[in-house]
Structure formats: structure tokens, C-alpha cells
């Protein structure tokens, strides 16, 4: 199928006037999402999408424009119009689209064809199974908001006058559910999925036992007492945790003055235990991809190595202005020029197990989900606070639900904070990988 | 009539046919032309223009309670019959045949048509309230380190058909602007941000001036630099007027949402009638308020935009409804079926969601606490519905000590329960504002929304500074 979108590609780029750079984006993708409530189908959408985006530079300005579409006669009006936007672009020396830098593509099977082959009833038969599944697995089980099967084919490509000619195709399927458990009067929700690349790798059982076990085990909890403890973060939350740290560690939000780790290269500004790492080319990885949003292959980047600062993501354009060499780390769709971001960023693993570790706490608090983190972290000043539920650790093993509660520091005194790092990695449907994390010396605010 | 241009009414009728033909009880054509464009500034740069188009039909057959769905970026007959098979064939097999549809237009009159496109404004006029904004944010003083704006238009023409005759659409234009500054001081780097956005045209800096948005953004900035960390625990918090409006959008909104209490999945099931809330609290959800973020002619379904009264002096009087919530109880919509894009389904959303003015000096209340904080803006939040319980950034806030506003304090969160909150507000000023607009998300979705209230107190609410 990328041959139908190179063509595409390669017809713009042969509009290019001489001395502008262009880039062409092209990307196709088709998904179905199958939704069931109460033992029948509620909505069952199949939808397929494409576009193209085009950046042009020239005399160092930049101009971008975008269509949800591939009819011919919007190809070259897109073209047109990211020409005329780039006439109002302020010059830029540094700006300049990526060229090939001998970086070989990794070799990643990404892509199932048998997607295609899987019938509808059985989609829907996957949504049905997870749904009887959670209700029976707890009788606390009250109900069921949603419970819902996914997928998506999705293939793109990237080919600009500077010699980029990259495609790439996946495939993902995914079962979630959200229900509700209600005891003695009280309520609460959990979650819990399962992703693959095609339904067969798909495991509605561990599905259906997490959406369970978050939804009953917090029942019955309470405000706790504040106070400064150690907290043990589930893998979950520091998934979403590091996702954020990876954020700062950005070569835009660094040239900008907008992170808390510019002229911090080389500083030791984590504990010893934290290694962060992000690999697009691990296969583990739902969100691996062969090349960045620029057409150069991803590759593992060590951002922070035993607590020292080593490297900020970059794509062509931060890394130029840094006077380095681009990460893979360009993050964009068709409708938007490159960003830079972390596709794939993991702690290396530590020896313990969760249970190991709540062992050694002895006292403090499991924080199992938190709210509000991303209007909750202030990435300049480094302010971290979010809303929390989560179990108390008492001497060492999980006891009375809380909830309702906040946790706050800095993400600077945190990173210095980290006590230990689990050894249980979980690979989940975002660019983070999660891992039980121990973080001591938080503040907690309940009651 | 901006329906007209999008598709032929006559194919429009072919097309609900053939949705119709495997049984389906409802169908609906809903097309959309959305052109948008924007330009950004960072760093004393103009980044980049950017220009988007974005067209397509999203086709829905509903069985029972079944609903099959496709979308497709091609306008053409072919192309909407492609869609409109998938969606016939997504719903459940019925029992067939050949339904005839019989449109009616209908005109609904938007509250606040643009008067200046966007579209027809030079490129260098908008790229000019950039640099403008820039100068005067990086004039409010030294410390400011950093500024970006940006300026953002749309305009999107949608129609809605279906098979109980109804034809109409609307013309929604929106143009938004927003300036961020970094402040740079003893304690740190901390940002200010400060943003205008209405359902309008370029006429919006008619009545704005981007520098002065520019310097309330640096203002803010330059502020927090002396900001101390917010307290932790629970503490009165009196919440400043236009700014503190989401909180009423999570903390309540979202539970009154009728997709939501049909699932059980909403504190608020079941207690109509009742006392929800403190009697001094009256909340509406309204599209109807001329020029606001949420504000439309029609909603994505058809419906006309109107004004709900959720709560009433306390009382829970009425939820939110689309039409798929509203037919199965057999009472009539109330224009809260909104979409993202062609490319979705419709649900029950919020539209501009507000609390009315009460009795109270705004100066008294805040006389009136003894101890407390003053949340001047909040930032972003999100509500679990089943439980109440939500969370809210504080992007502006202040202590309150012997019931004077005194130092300004750092990011923290808010944290509280829905229900509770509702009961615990103990006063209502009298100097309502509209806030900042917003994007909510729901289930993927983002639509925008407006929101307001004037100051209030709440008794308790817990704060998660990092102040020990």
C-alpha cells in the first residue's frame, strides 16, 4: 500500500521550485472500534483516514499546510498554500529539513497482515468475553461504563528534495474495560486492557482481572493524614511519571528556556538508581517505529545514565540550533510540522519485585492511580503536584484504601528522592513503559 | 445557506435511503468543512503559518440500540454511499426494505455571526498581533525570559440530515489568541499564560488588545516569582470571578451528562428533584450566549442550541441530552450532541456551563475568611463521574490571612468531591464574569466550552501544595 502513498509523495516533491527545500507527509489509516454494553453491541464504527502535510523552507522561513484528504486537486493547493505561509516566517539559519545520516533503519515487524483477516463477530466476541469476564470475576462488580475493542493499520510516508524517502506501516488492536464496583454504599472505577499488534496476542483474562482488582481495591478508602512519607508508585503512574520527566528533557523546551534541565548536561541530577532510556527500536515497545516524523531511523537514546544528565532528544531542527546531531526524536502527524518527543522512554529495571520493595518501605503509601498530573507538573519550575488514591503500607504490606489525597515536591527533589527501582517493567499503550518506583520523603496532603 | 454548499440535497435524500435499506430505525448524515489556520511565535520568531482544511461525512444507522457508524473524506455520491453501506452494515441485520426520507430544511440562527471572516484578513495582520504581543509582554520587565503567542481561526461548516426529515446546519467561526511568558528569578523559572478566544471573527481584536493580554501574562509570570508554596490540607478557598468556572464544569458538569447517569456511571443518578447543592447555587449550561467558546447555532445533531437550568437553587432540575439518550426516554433533546469532527460519533456535551450571581459582596467574602486561599484561575482538571471526585491545577493563586488576599502562592493542585463541594459553598457574589476558553475532553473527544462564576467560598476544599 506505500507505494500508492510514495507516489503521492513523490508527485509533490516534483513541484518543488528550485531552492526551497519541501517535505511531504502522507499518511492512510483504517480502525474499527467496537463498543458493547450489557451483553450487546452499542456501537461498532469503521472508519478509514488520510492526508497529506507539506513543509516548505526557503531563504530560511518555514511554511506549513495540511488536508485530511488526497483528492487530487488538493495535493497542489496544499503545496501553494505552505509556499505562501512560508513568505511570513521569520528567518532562521538553523532551519532546514533532515537529511539521510547513515543511521540504518531498525529491523522491527510491526505490521500483521491478518488483521485484515480477523472477522468482525469475533472483534465483537472479544469486547463480549471481557465484559462477562470482569462481571464475574468480583461480585462487587456493579456495572460496566464501557467495554470496548480497537484497532487500527495505520502507514506512512515522508520524502523530501534533501534525499529523505522513508515508509512505515504498523498494526495495533487493543481491549479495554471500565467498571464499577460498589460496596456497602461506596463506589469506584477501575480499568484494565490488553494490546497486541494482532487479537490473537490479545489476553482478555489479565484484562478483565486488573479492570477488577482496581475497581474493588480501593473500596472502603479514606482520607488519609498529611505528612512527608515514602511513596511507592505502581507501574502505571510512573509510567505517566517519566513520560513527563521525558518531556523536560527535550532539545526544544531546552533552547527555549522552557525546562529545569538546560546547562544541566553532564550534572548528576537524579539518584543512582535511575537510568532513562528511550528506545523506539525495542520491539517490546506498542509505540517502536522504524523512523521519526522526520524520515530518520529511531534509535536508543540514553537521556539519563546512574542519575547523570547525558543527552536531550532532538530532531533536525533543535539539533542543528544545539550544534549536535539529530535523536530520531522528531514526533508529528500530517497535520503539524516535526515537534521533538520521546516515543518509547523506560527506567532500566532494578532486582525487586513490588512486594520486595513494599518490604523494605515497611511504612508510607502505594499510590495506585493519580489525577490531574499534566496540569500538575509545571515542567519550567519544576512544581509537581497531583491528585492520588492508593493503599497504606503498613509494616511492609498493603492495608486501609486512601483517597482523595495530594503528593507533592519538585521534580527536581524527586528525581534525587529515588530510593529503588522494581524489576517488574510493563509495556503499555503509550510512550512510557511503567515500573514500580520508591520515591522517598513526599509530601502528602489528606486530611 | 452554507448547508447548501456542502452536499445536494437530493443525494443527501439517496444516501438515508440507503442506510435505511438494512433496517436501521435512524439514520444521519452529518458533513463538515472546516478550514482552520494559525501562526505561531516563539522565542521573538514567527515559527511558522500553518494552514488546515479538513472535509468529510460521518454516516449513523441506528437499530434498537445498536448504533453502526463510518466517516469518509470523500463528498462525492459514490463516496457517502461507500460510508453509508459500512454504517448500515455496523449496525445490527434488520429486517431490510426501502424507507422513504422527506427533508425539511430548517434555518437556525447562530447567536453571533462572525463579521469579519478570518479567511479574508492578510496573513502579515495576523502575524503582526504576534510581534505586538511579543514587544509588550517583554517590556512588563526584565525577568521576562521568554514569550510565545499564537493566534488560531476556524471555521467550520456543518450539515445535518436524517431520516426524520430534519435538514439543516450551521456556520461556527471561532478565532482564539493566546500569550505565554517566562519569568526568570531567585527562586526559579515560573510561567504566566493568558488567553482570549470567542465564536466570532477577527473582529475579536476589535474588542481585545493583544498587548494588554500580553502584559497580564507577563504580570502573572513576574508575580509567581515571588510566589511561596501553597499550604497542604483542607482549608476554606474562595474562588475569584470568570477564572474558577471549570471547577463547576468538572465538579458537576460532567455527572449531569445523561450518556453518563444512563450508566449508572454519575453520583448525580437518580436524584432529580432533590437537593443537590447549597440553595444558593443555580447552574445553566447554555449555547445559546452570543459569542462564548461553547456557543452555536445548532448542535452536531441538529438540534438548536438552547439555555438548560441544571440546577435550581440547589435543586437538581434537569441532566444533559443528545439524541440517542433523549429518544429512549422519550422527551426532547436539549442541543448538548456534540462531535469533535466528522470523524466521530456525537455525545452528550457541555456547552458554555455556569453558575448565576448571588446575593454576596465579592469584597465581603473574602473579608469574611478568617484563613484560606484564593484561587484567582485554575488550570486544567478532570472528574472521575462515578465517584465525584476530581482535581484541578491552581495557575493563579493567592493565601487569604485575617480575611485579606496577602502573598501570591505556587502551583499546586485542588483537590475535592463533586457532591460535597456543591453543598459546601457557603457564599455567592454578585460579579459574575465569564472565564478563559476551554477544550473539554470526553472519551477522546475535544470540543470547545466556556464557563463562569462569579466569587464564591467554599468551606473546605483540600490544597496539595508542597509547603510542609
Known amino acids: ?447 | 445557506m452554507p448547508a447548501a454548499a456542502l452536499i445536494d440535497d437530493d443525494v443527501v435524500t439517496r444516501v438515508l435511503t440507503a442506510a435505511l435499506r438494512t433496517g436501521g430505525d435512524f439514520a444521519e448524515v452529518f458533513a463538515e468543512d472546516k478550514r482552520s489556520s494559525s501562526a505561531y511565535l516563539d522565542d521573538g520568531k514567527i515559527e511558522e503559518l500553518s494552514s488546515g482544511r479538513d472535509r468529510g461525512a460521518g454516516i449513523r444507522v441506528v437499530v434498537g440500540e445498536t448504533t453502526g457508524f463510518a466517516h469518509t473524506a470523500d463528498l462525492s455520491e459514490t463516496g457517502l454511499l461507500v460510508a453509508a453501506e459500512a454504517a448500515a452494515a455496523a449496525a445490527r441485520e434488520g429486517g431490510g426494505g426501502t424507507r422513504t426520507v422527506a427533508l425539511t430544511r430548517t434555518e437556525v440562527r447562530h447567536p453571533s455571526p462572525a463579521q469579519i471572516q478570518p479567511a479574508d484578513v492578510a496573513k502579515a495582520t495576523k502575524v503582526a498581533l504576534l510581534q505586538r504581543a511579543d514587544g509588550a509582554a517583554r517590556a512588563a520587565g526584565g525577568d521576562i525570559r521568554q514569550v510565545s503567542a499564537s493566534y488560531a481561526d476556524s471555521r467550520r461548516r456543518i450539515l445535518i440530515a436524517n431520516s426524520d426529515g430534519l435538514l439543516t446546519g450551521d456556520d461556527q467561526v471561532r478565532t482564539l489568541f493566546t500569550v505565554g511568558a517566562v519569568a526568570l528569578g531567585d527562586t526559579g523559572m515560573q510561567t504566566g499564560r493568558e488567553s482570549i478566544g470567542h465564536t466570532i471573527g477577527f473582529e475579536l481584536f476589535d474588542r481585545y488588545d493583544v498587548e494588554e493580554l500580553a502584559r497580564a501574562a507577563a504580570e502573572r509570570a513576574l508575580t509567581k516569582l515571588a510566589a511561596r508554596p501553597a499550604p497542604t490540607g483542607e482549608l476554606p478557598v474562595v474562588i475569584g470571578p470568570g477564572g474558577g468556572g471549570v471547577l463547576f464544569h468538572e465538579a458537576c458538569g460532567h455527572g449531569l451528562e445523561a450518556d453518563l447517569i444512563a450508566k449508572g456511571a454519575s453520583v448525580f443518578k437518580d436524584r432529580r428533584g432533590e437537593q443537590v447543592a447549597s440553595p444558593l447555587v443555580t447552574l445553566v449550561d447554555d449555547g445559546t450566549v452570543a459569542t462564548e467558546w461553547g456557543a452555536f447555532g445548532c448542535d452536531d445533531e441538529g438540534t438548536p442550541a438552547q439555555r438548560n437550568v441544571l440546577i435550581q437553587d440547589g435543586i437538581l432540575t434537569d441532566y444533559m441530552w443528545d439524541f440517542l439518550r433523549s429518544r429512549k426516554e422519550g422527551r426532547p433533546r436539549s442541543g448538548n450532541g456534540r462531535r469533535q469532527s466528522y470523524q466521530h460519533l456525537p455525545m452528550v456535551r457541555m456547552t458554555n456551563t455556569f453558575i448565576l450571581d448571588g446575593p454576596d459582596d465579592p469584597a465581603s467574602i473574602v473579608s469574611g475568611t478568617e484563613h484560606g486561599v484564593y484561587v484567582a484561575k485554575l488550570g486544567g482538571g478532570q472528574v472521575n463521574t462515578a465517584t465525584g471526585d476530581f482535581v484541578f491545577g491552581m495557575t493563579e493563586a493567592y493565601l487569604i490571612e485575617n480575611g485579606e488576599i496577602t502573598e501570591p502562592l505556587r502551583e499546586g493542585n485542588l483537590i475535592g468531591n463533586g457532591p460535597e463541594v456543591l453543598q459546601n459553598i457557603e457564599a455567592v457574589g454578585n460579579d459574575f464574569e465569564f472565564g478563559p476558553p476551554g477544550t473539554c475532553g470526553k472519551d477522546g473527544q475535544g470540543v470547545p466550552v466556556g464557563d463562569g462564576v462569579p466569587t464564591l467560598r467554599v468551606s473546605k476544599l483540600t490544597i496539595g501544595g508542597s509547603a510542609a
Open chain 1, 1 to 447: 500500500m506505500s507505494d500508492e502513498l510514495l507516489a503521492i509523495a513523490d508527485q509533490v516533491i516534483g513541484w518543488a521550485h528550485d531552492g526551497e527545500q519541501v517535505e511531504v507527509v502522507v499518511g492512510k489509516s483504517r480502525s474499527t472500534e467496537i463498543r458493547v454494553y450489557e451483553g450487546d453491541i452499542e456501537s461498532l464504527s469503521s472508519a478509514e483516514s488520510q492526508g497529506l502535510g507539506v513543509r516548505v523552507i526557503a531563504d530560511g522561513r518555514q511554511g506549513f499546510a495540511y488536508a485530511g484528504s488526497l483528492d487530487p486537486d488538493v495535493l497542489h493547493e496544499v503545496l501553494d498554500e505552505a509556499r505562501d505561509n512560508a513568505g511570513f516566517g521569520t528567518p532562521d539559519e538553523f532551519l532546514g529539513l533532515a537529511e539521510p545520516d547513515g543511521v540504518p533503519v531498525p529491523d522491527l515487524d510491526l505490521y500483521r497482515p491478518g488483521l485484515f483477516d480477523v472477522p468482525t463477530d469475533r472483534k465483537v466476541a472479544l469486547a463480549l468475553d471481557l465484559e462477562r469476564a470482569v462481571r464475574a470475576a468480583d461480585p462487587r462488580i456493579s456495572g460496566i461504563e464501557a467495554a470496548e475493542y480497537a484497532d487500527g493499520v495505520s502507514e506512512g510516508v515522508v520524502v523530501t528534495t534533501t534525499g529523505i524517502r522513508a515508509t512505515g506501516r504498523d498494526s495495533a488492536c487493543y481491549v479495554g474495560a471500565y467498571p464499577l464496583a460498589t460496596d456497602d454504599g461506596d463506589t469506584k472505577t477501575g480499568f484494565g486492557f490488553s494490546v497486541g499488534r494482532e487479537p490473537s496476542e490479545l489476553d482478555v483474562d489479565a484484562a478483565a482481572s486488573d479492570a477488577a482488582q482496581r475497581a474493588t481495591r480501593l473500596l472502603g478508602a479514606v482520607k488519609p493524614a498529611g505528612g512527608r512519607m515514602t511513596v511507592v508508585l505502581d507501574p502505571y503512574v510512573t509510567a505517566q511519571l517519566i513520560g513527563i520527566l521525558a518531556g523536560t528533557m527535550n532539545g526544544e523546551a531546552v533552547l527555549k528556556g522552557r525546562s529545569l534541565f538546560a546547562d544541566r548536561l553532564g550534572d548528576e541530577i537524579a539518584s543512582s538508581v535511575l537510568t532513562l532510556v528511550d528506545d523506539p527500536t525495542n520491539p517490546l515497545a506498542y509505540t517502536a517505529s522504524h523512523t521519526d516524523g522526520e524520515g530518520l531511523a529511531t534509535r536508543r537514546n540514553v537521556l539519563v545514565d546512574n542519575g547523570v544528565l547525558q543527552k536531550f532528544a532532538h530532531n533536525a531542527y533543535t539539533a542543528r540550533r544545539s550544534g549536535t546531531v539529530s535523536t530520531g526524536s522528531a514526533v508529528r502527524g500530517f497535520k503539524s510540522t516535526p515537534g521533538v518527543g520521546c516515543r518509547a522512554v523506560s527506567l532500566v529495571p532494578g532486582t525487586k519485585t513490588q512486594p520486595e520493595l513494599l518490604a523494605e518501605v515497611g511504612d508510607g503509601i502505594l499510590v495506585s492511580s493519580v489525577a490531574g498530573l499534566h496540569s500538575g507538573v509545571n515542567p519550567v519550575s519544576g512544581d509537581f503536584s497531583t491528585g492520588a488514591e492508593g493503599l497504606r503500607i503498613v509494616d511492609g504490606v498493603l492495608g486501609q484504601p486512601l483517597r482523595e489525597f495530594t503528593i507533592a515536591s519538585t521534580l527536581q527533589r524527586m528525581l534525587k528522592d529515588v530510593v529503588a527501582v522494581g524489576n517488574d517493567v510493563e509495556w503499555l499503550p503509550m510512550s512510557a513503559a511503567g515500573v514500580s518506583l520508591v520515591l522517598r520523603d513526599i509530601s502528602v496532603s489528606g486530611t
